[in-house]
């Protein structure tokens, strides 16, 4: 079972990218997904997530607004659309299922299954 993430990449302040989660092993299309980052020298943090039917997302504070989380559940896919992006959000970005609860919820020890994540480095 992985997931991974793509789509990162360079990028200036103020600009875009849209990160793309594929599952593979096993289907997540019944879970909550959720978007996380890692920054060097913090911990891993909640950005966002979605529902399994893609009726609910959640964002942490600062992203809302910018960015948007989205699914195809067809295909087993998850993407966060990043606009207006800034320096703080620089790390890496991981993608992962609630195999806890059936929300949102942020902390990182109710999500499993993290694959490779993928950097995402703003430039001011």
């Known amino acids: 079972v992985q997931l991974q993430a793509s789509g990162g990449g360079l990028v200036q302040a103020g600009g875009s990218l849209r990160l793309s989660c594929a599952g593979s092993?096993?289907?997540?299309?019944?879970?909550?997904m959720g978007w996380f980052r890692q920054a060097p020298g913090k911990e891993r943090e909640f950005v966002a997530a979605?529902?399994?039917?893609?009726?609910?997302?959640y964002y942490t504070e600062s992203v809302k607004g910018r960015f948007t989380v989205s699914r195809g559940n067809a295909n087993d896919m998850v993407w966060l659309q990043m606009n207006s992006l800034k320096p703080e959000d620089t790390a890496v970005y991981y993608c992962?299922?609630?195999?806890?609860?059936?929300?949102?919820?942020?902390?990182?020890?109710?999500?499993?299954?993290w694959g490779q994540g993928t950097l995402v480095t703003v430039s001011s």
């Open positions: 979605i529902s399994w039917s893609g009726s609910n997302t």
């Open positions: 992962a299922p609630n195999v806890r609860y059936y929300s949102g919820t942020h902390s990182p020890g109710d999500y499993d299954y």
């Open positions: 092993g096993r289907t997540f299309s019944t879970y909550v």
